[in-house]
């Protein structure tokens, strides 16, 4: 069957307000034929892929004529920034016009020109259209679409103030019919809110930004004339190649993902890793795009450039997470869905009631509107999105990675953690733990190993090479490397020595648990021990885990009695030794199905295992970013950090709860007292404003929040 070959696709869109803005696209989109759709109406952010023979301009105009912009797109759409394009420049427009307006309502200021309906009508015409402008238009491409926004309420009520006090103006029925500060104030207002809105919003972003902000610099190339003659000439990192050469000094930005080719460096990857500490790189190294040559100076080659490079697979990661939405959202989506047709009933009911109530129209259309105008759709579908980005925002501070949204919410419930040994608990680099020697002096032992294993590329073989180095080696006759049995060498008196794993001592002694037997002629020479050298922080992780009632398990395909003795070392509840990839994977199916788990692992052999865990975890290196299996990625081998990942995680939730709590009860309580005059438009403007800032500082919250 022929496949489609699909296209990532990620654009900023403008003008959207709600979830039901967000749900709009999102539809939109789907209906083109685009899949795995995410819309972020928080950041603006519209993620989804498609085949690439798709218009992009043809998509972008779509979007547009649902009320939306797609920012940075070279098409017939492009415009110059209008006049009051932003909601602060609107705001900054209406206020003073709103501010004569009111002055009526100030003890004590009396003018008689201010009671005038027709200079109210001319102070108030101003802010009316502009706000129509903006509401207006989108609140009828809403409608025309079928998903009613936000925007249908505010511009139904800011028109009923408006229209019921020109009819009064025509008809002279006197002041006290006159509601024009109404309209302006309702407009005013939620264009203050939308901006408070904007800007809170766009704190909780910071960590992200500044990985962004740090993607454009200037890179230095080198470049050979026809006399081989070498010049240096400046270029915007945008337009670098794979292959390209660069000249970087200290204190400059690395411009892209590049190679060691001369000289070194001291480089400071904290933007990438969270670590502070400087690391030291040399010839054939990796640089990363977007760390600081603290010292020193290289010429290096490129490898990866502009959307390549890890600093952007980094930024890709965090905005499709942020698009993602975790299964406490759901339902939030669903009632916002159909939230402004309900409110619209309400209000409808509330004028009839307190009409036939109270007797008269102007109190009764003044509660409708406040009705209208409090109500806020846009705050149960912004309680998840201001959240997540405050935790995805934190954890890529700290060099934590969240591949979906989704795993956040999972930290809340974990039971267990598996953990891989090697690589994951360890350092992965092994050091002589113990030797034993017979027939021989100490010296000798070491000579005759040194001189044996230096010819062999097995990482135990090296290890013992660089930890018992010596310029006094033997003078072999002959040597070669057996393959599965370890190394053969002859001396020039016809002695044979072999140095291999227990295969080559098997006839000699029945002590199986070595790590390399050395033989000379038909006798043992002796044996040598390694252990791997534990990660510092591992212990300090393990009681971590304990004090949060977390059952620990190490899952390994090491030998049993040295991953007992880890486990030992650590404080480890269980062990499960000598496993291969697919035992582990089985195992790990089993003990999710009892319990939520998350595993811990290096991502490359315990792939499948972390693809099956409740949460997968990889310790890994920015290098290594590209292990699409782990949910979520510790960079610079980070295992300190996941404490704070499951804290983050559990913190999230519980902050996105707060948020969805706070959304429910404001509209549930609210819109009550509205109905029953206890609230005037002007206030519920106010109201609803403020109630999106409230969430956005409450997600704040999670960035110096003690999570851990």
């Given at each position: ?9 990620q ?5 959207m ?23 972020n ?6 993620l ?7 218009t992009?301009?043809?998509?972008a ?16 759409l ?9 909601h602060?420049q609107?705001?900054?427009?209406c206020?003073?016009?709103?501010l004569?307006?009111?002055l ?16 109210n009508?001319?102070?108030c ?15 009828w491409k ?19 103030a ?17 509601f024009y ?9 939620i ?15 910071r ?18 004339d ?5 010049h ?9 190649r ?8 200290s ?5 892209a ?7 070194n ?36 080659q ?5 959307d ?13 997470a ?13 009632i916002?869905a ?61 060099g ?12 809340k ?40 294993e ?6 135990i ?25 370890g190394?053969?060498?002859?001396d ?13 001592a ?5 002590n199986?648990?070595?790590n ?6 038909e ?30 398990i190490?899952?390994?395909?090491d ?9 030992n070392?650590?404080?480890?509840d269980e ?16 003990l ?9 692992g ?14 997968g ?6 290098s290594?970013?590209?292990m699409?299996?782990a949910?979520v990625?510790?960079?610079n ?9 499951l804290?983050l995680?559990?913190?999230?939730f ?11 009860f ?28 409230i ?5 704040a919250?999670?960035?110096t929040?003690?999570v851990?």
């Amino acid at each position: 069957m022929f496949k489609m070959n699909m296209e990532k696709v990620q654009w900023k869109v403008e003008g959207m307000d709600c979830s039901n803005c967000a749900l709009t696209i999102r539809k939109y989109l789907e209906k083109e034929g685009m899949k795995n759709v995410k819309v972020n109406f928080a950041n603006g952010d519209v993620l989804f892929d498609t085949s690439e023979d798709f218009t992009k301009e043809e998509i972008a105009k779509g979007i547009h004529g649902l009320g939306y912009t797609v920012v940075n797109m070279q098409t017939a759409l492009s415009e110059k920034k209008q006049f009051l394009a932003t909601h602060l420049q609107r705001f900054l427009f209406c206020l003073p016009f709103t501010l004569i307006l009111m002055l009526h309502m100030i003890p004590g200021i009396h003018f008689e020109w201010l009671m005038n309906p027709w200079i109210n009508l001319a102070l108030c015409i101003p802010v009316y259209f502009t706000g129509m402008k903006y509401f207006g238009k989108s609140a009828w491409k809403s409608i025309r679409n079928g998903i009613p926004n936000m925007n249908v309420l505010i511009t139904l009520g800011s028109t009923a103030a408006f229209v019921y006090s020109l009819a009064a103006s025509l008809m002279g029925l006197g002041e006290a019919y006159l509601f024009y500060e109404t309209a302006a104030t309702i407009i005013t207002l939620i264009f203050l809110g939308n901006y408070l809105e904007q800007a809170s919003i766009g704190s909780t972003q910071r960590a992200l930004k500044k990985l962004v902000r740090s993607q454009k610099v200037m890179a230095n190339v080198i470049a050979f004339d026809d006399q081989h003659a070498e010049h240096i000439f400046p270029v915007e990192n945008t337009e670098l190649r794979a292959g390209d050469l660069l000249l970087i000094k200290s204190g400059e930005q690395v411009p892209a993902d590049c190679k060691i080719l001369w000289g070194n460096a001291s480089v400071n990857e904290a933007i990438l890793t969270g670590e502070s500490l400087p690391v030291l790189k040399q010839i054939k190294d990796q640089l990363i795009g977007g760390s600081i040559l603290n010292d020193g100076t290289v010429k290096a080659q490129v490898t990866a450039a502009g959307d390549d490079t890890i600093l952007s697979g980094i930024i890709n990661l965090v905005k499709q997470a942020q698009g993602e939405k975790p299964p406490v959202q759901q339902m939030a989506d669903k009632i916002s869905a159909v939230f402004v047709p309900v409110v619209l009933i309400i209000a409808a009911i509330t004028l009839a009631a307190n009409w036939i109530i109270l007797g008269s129209f102007t109190p009764a259309i003044m509660r409708a509107i406040a009705v209208l105008v409090i109500a806020c759709p846009c705050a149960m579908g912004l309680a998840t999105p201001a959240a997540i980005a405050v935790g995805l925002g934190r954890g890529t501070r700290k060099g934590i990675l969240f591949r979906n949204a989704t795993s956040l919410e999972l930290f809340k419930n974990i039971q267990q953690a598996v953990f891989d040994k090697t690589g994951t608990l360890t350092t992965g680099k092994l050091r002589v733990a113990a030797f034993h020697f017979e027939n021989s002096t100490e010296d000798e032992f070491k000579k005759i190993v040194f001189s044996l294993e230096k010819y062999s590329a097995h990482p135990i073989a090296k290890s013992i090479v660089n930890e018992w180095k010596r310029k006094d080696e033997i003078r072999w006759k002959k040597i070669e490397e057996i393959k599965g049995l370890g190394i053969k060498a002859e001396d020039k008196e016809g002695n044979i020595y072999i140095a291999g794993s227990f295969k080559i001592a098997e006839s000699l002694t029945d002590n199986d648990i070595h790590n390399v037997y050395i033989k000379k002629n038909e006798s043992l020479l002796g044996w040598i021990d390694l252990k791997d050298e534990l990660r510092p922080e591992a212990k300090t992780v393990i009681s971590y885990l304990h004090s949060k009632g977390i059952k620990t398990i190490l899952l390994t395909g090491d030998r049993y009695q040295r991953s007992k003795e880890l486990a030992n070392e650590l404080g480890i509840d269980e062990v499960i030794a000598e496993q291969s990839p697919l035992q582990k994977l089985e195992i790990v199916s089993n003990l999710t199905s009892h319990a939520p788990t998350i595993m811990v692992g290096d991502g490359i052999n315990d792939a499948p295992a972390l693809a099956k865990a409740t949460i997968g975890i990889s310790i890994s290196d920015a290098s290594q970013l590209a292990m699409q299996t782990a949910q979520v990625v510790l960079m610079n081998h980070g295992l300190a950090t996941l404490p704070l990942a499951l804290g983050l995680g559990k913190h999230t939730f519980i902050t996105i709860k707060q948020n969805l709590f706070w959304a429910f009860f404001y509209n549930i309580v609210a819109i009550p007292v509205a109905a029953l005059g206890f609230l005037t438009p002007s206030f519920s403007a106010l109201a609803m404003g403020f109630s999106d800032v409230i969430l956005a500082i409450n997600s704040a919250r999670l960035f110096t929040k003690k999570v851990e």
